[in-house]
């Protein structure tokens, strides 16, 4: 709270007046980040693969996570917010991420975490051909994420498989695929973890990593498989929604 007296009166308010500014909150403001939607082209995303450590895929239509029959797989993705226009000062009161299933494999139930990365990564190009596969990844290109490395043949990551906090940001039970009712495919990650790793971002470019995807990996045969960034059809495409509210002033005379 503040109380001033404006230095030049007011039309038809005593000169005596002061005015006190009450902290108020304007109306919510959602900003929402898909690949190729309203210009956005921002997001990253490839896959990491334990049994072939010097493969990606960062230019699939999809990205894999958890546990094969003797293996493991996780995703990586990033949404770029280093030009995305947010409220000044803003409080983000909720941060949602959405990612949809595509196609079977796994058919039970199981806990997948988002986990903020703290080492940068490449995305690349490099991309299986054969759009039913993808499950195994193709041999890396210079500068691409790979298990063992963060950006192929430059750096390693600090711990292979992918450098990041061991406190997930989010958790979310996925269950079987629904051929019937594709909404069902639908998965939406939130917390107030996911939006502190925001706030963070948006104050620090540089920390910006993005998450890995890591599903439970002590059961085997439960690996999914989610339409990534290079999806052909956009609204399948990750989706990151940030709802914002900014605290606004409102000014009440004190006679």
Do not use: C
Not at 149 to 175: K, M, Q, R, T
């Amino acid at each position: 709270m503040r109380i001033d007296k404006p230095s030049t009166p007011l039309s038809g308010v005593p000169a005596a007046v002061f005015f006190m500014t009450v902290a108020g909150f304007s109306v919510a403001q959602d900003v929402v980040l898909r690949e190729g939607v309203d210009d956005y082209a921002g997001t990253d995303d490839n896959s990491l693969y334990h049994d072939r450590p010097d493969n990606t895929n960062g230019g699939f239509p999809m990205v894999f996570s958890g546990a094969t029959v003797n293996s493991v797989r996780r995703a990586l993705i990033r949404f770029d917010l280093a030009d995305v226009s947010l409220p000044p000062e803003p409080f983000i009161v909720e941060l949602t991420l959405v990612l949809e299933r595509s196609g079977l494999f796994a058919e039970g139930d199981d806990t997948y975490t988002l986990h903020r990365l703290t080492s940068s990564w490449g995305e690349g190009t490099a991309a299986d051909d054969d759009i039913n596969g993808g499950g195994q990844g193709v041999p890396a290109d210079a500068g691409d994420a790979t298990w063992s490395s963060n950006f192929h043949e430059v750096s390693l990551w600090n711990s292979e498989g992918g450098d990041y906090i061991a406190i997930p940001s989010a958790s979310l039970s996925i269950s079987r695929w629904d051929s019937v009712f594709p909404e069902n495919n639908i998965y939406t990650f939130s917390g107030p973890n996911l939006a502190e790793d925001v706030k963070l971002w948006k104050e620090s470019t540089g920390m910006n990593h993005g998450w890995i995807l890591i599903g439970d990996e002590t059961v085997a045969r439960n690996a999914r498989r989610f339409w990534s960034s290079e999806a052909e059809d956009l609204l399948v495409r990750p989706q990151l929604k940030i709802t914002t509210i900014t605290p606004a002033e409102e000014w009440v005379a004190i006679f």
